[in-house]
């Protein structure tokens, strides 16, 4: 059965999170596991995906019977395109899809970077995004339902150490953006989601455990700087999906800088070329390799 769309302004109405079923990848660990239990606990059937068979197995089963551990790898397009009609064979349906997964590389400049660690970061955090958009859009179009896609205050932020990263990000807020016009047509609505830090143990492994990631970390100023745990960047999606938002920012103190990063970053950009600190902190990164 089709749920009817209702239009205010040209937008669906509030989506209640009660007997929907969501599909997340990522959903093992960290911010994907966190949301998995805030849908479940809000009564939505949820489908984990994870390349982790065991982890998410487990993370199914500590949830309940209303989940399920489905095991892919988001950079294989039919193993996603399995996962999704796994999860809607087995709820009958597919209403919410979060495109979570992703991964950060250790700090590198582009010059000295292995080409495979920025293949790996691509095909995780930007093609695996599409992996498990495409296949489930058929179920979202017939659902009006409503897509996430994980992006982060990287994309909009100057940086170095990590490129692969800021670019898989930027790209997937432009994925989202065009996702977002062109379901808009079927009353299915799409959601970026930007987190700035978040405390995960991949941000433990790149900026904690790292001395050169700690000095990356330093250079952000408050409150740029805050950190949110798991728990917070889930509500952040959940409240999103709720609302049908069309984009999601936490900690809120990243907000500003999204509004005013076109007039801030070409100035920024020309600052930290300029700036002894920072090449010193390139140099240090190239002696690695």
């Not at 009817?4 to 990522?26: C, K, N, Q, S, Y």
């Not at 349906?93 to 293949?119: H, Y």
């Not at 409150?223 to 745990?229: A, Q, W």
Request: net charge neutral; aromatic share 6%; with cysteine.
């Amino acid at each position: 059965m089709k749920f009817p769309v209702f239009r205010i302004h040209g937008r669906a109405p509030r989506m209640e999170l009660a007997d929907r079923v969501v599909l997340i990848t990522g959903a093992a660990q960290g911010i994907g596991l966190a949301l998995a239990r805030a849908l479940y606990y809000q009564c939505a059937a949820i489908a984990l995906v994870d390349v982790d068979e065991r982890a998410v197995r487990q993370a199914a089963a500590d949830l309940g019977p209303r989940a399920v551990g489905l095991t892919a790898d988001v950079r294989d397009r039919r193993a996603m395109a399995a996962a999704v009609d796994a999860a809607a064979q087995q709820f009958g349906r597919l209403d919410i899809v979060v495109a979570n997964a992703g991964v950060t590389p250790s700090p590198s400049t582009v010059r000295m970077m292995d080409s495979d660690e920025f293949d790996r970061v691509i095909g995780i955090n930007l093609t695996g995004v599409y992996n498990t958009v495409k296949p489930a859009l058929p179920h979202i179009v017939e659902r009006h339902g409503h897509i996430v896609v994980v992006s982060s205050s990287a994309a909009f932020a100057p940086a170095v150490g990590g490129s692969p990263y800021m670019a898989s990000k930027a790209a997937v807020e432009q994925l989202g953006r065009v996702l977002r016009v062109e379901l808009a047509a079927h009353g299915a609505s799409v959601q970026i989601a930007y987190f700035g830090i978040v405390d995960t143990a991949l941000t433990h492994n790149v900026l904690d455990a790292d001395d050169i990631g700690r000095r990356l970390d330093e250079m952000l100023p408050w409150p740029l700087n805050r950190r949110i745990t798991a728990d917070q960047a889930a509500r952040s999606i959940a409240d999103g999906i709720r609302n049908r938002s069309a984009h999601t920012i936490a900690p809120a103190g990243w907000q500003v800088y999204s509004w005013l990063r076109g007039a801030v970053n070409p100035l920024l950009d020309h600052l930290l070329t300029k700036d002894a600190d920072v090449r010193e902190l390139v140099g240090d990164l190239e002696k690695r390799r």
